[in-house]
């Protein structure tokens, strides 16, 4: 039984450029949510989607969007991408939103 | 969301047990108590939870106070691959369903 997988595993942009990370749910989960970790700091809450649905935002500015796909895989897109934006990317998968959430290995996202 | 509060870091020889504290003391009567735990360059990875009873699974035990404002993961028997940061938070299962993560405790195993 696969877990949760990530894709790119790494990651290099320039300042202004356009990004999407991509995020597989462990089998049988529906919902997929994404975090940012900067460096030193712990996960910092983006987004969450079910359904298809963004159904909750973290504090995070409109140059992050995402999707879900019926297959309840999700992409992270980043546009305008600011030297700040340099991070591991998390995306965890659960069942309904609730209980239990499963991280993968992450994206870490540089920008030059 | 309850805030917690955890020491920065702490030690543990490996094959003693590493018993890690959390207060949230804001804690309401509907959020859980959930343990998860980050190895360098991974995905965090979920330990245990409970609400108001102890619980113990093939990783840890977690042991809540009965007002519920502090508890405390342990490890029963440490090994080297259980250095890791540890992250403990409040989470409703209700409203925003999302972790809300502290800077956690830097678990360090010693030989």
């Known amino acids: 039984d696969a877990g949760v997988t990530q894709s790119p595993t790494h990651l290099i942009k320039t300042r202004g450029q356009q990004v999407t990370l991509r995020c597989s749910p462990k089998?049988?989960?529906?919902?997929v949510s994404w975090y940012q970790q900067a460096l030193g700091q712990g996960p910092q809450f983006i987004f969450q989607?079910?359904?298809?649905?963004?159904?909750q935002r973290g504090n995070f500015p409109d140059r992050f969007s995402g999707h879900q796909f019926p297959n309840y895989s999700s992409e992270l897109n980043v546009n305008a991408l600011l030297l700040g934006d340099s991070a591991l990317y998390l995306c965890?998968?659960?069942?309904?939103?609730?209980?239990?959430?499963?991280f993968g290995a992450g994206t870490r996202l540089s920008v030059l | 969301d309850a805030k917690t509060t955890q020491p920065t870091s702490m030690d543990c020889a490996e094959g003693r047990a590493a018993n890690l504290p959390c207060n949230h003391s804001t804690i309401s009567g509907n959020e859980y108590v959930y343990w998860y735990r980050q190895i360098h360059s991974q995905g965090p990875q979920y330990i245990i939870h409970?609400?108001?009873n102890n619980e113990t699974n093939e990783m840890a035990s977690l042991i809540i106070t009965e007002d519920r404002k502090s508890s405390t993961l342990i490890l029963p028997h440490a090994t080297l691959r259980d250095t890791a940061v540890y992250y403990c938070i409040a989470f409703s299962l209700q409203g925003a369903q999302k972790l809300v993560f502290g800077q956690g405790t830097r678990l360090t195993i010693n030989p």
């Open positions: 089998s049988g989960h529906d919902t």
């Open positions: 409970g609400l108001k």
């Open positions: 965890a998968s659960s069942l309904g939103g609730v209980n239990i959430q499963y």
């Open positions: 989607y079910y359904e298809e649905e963004e159904r």
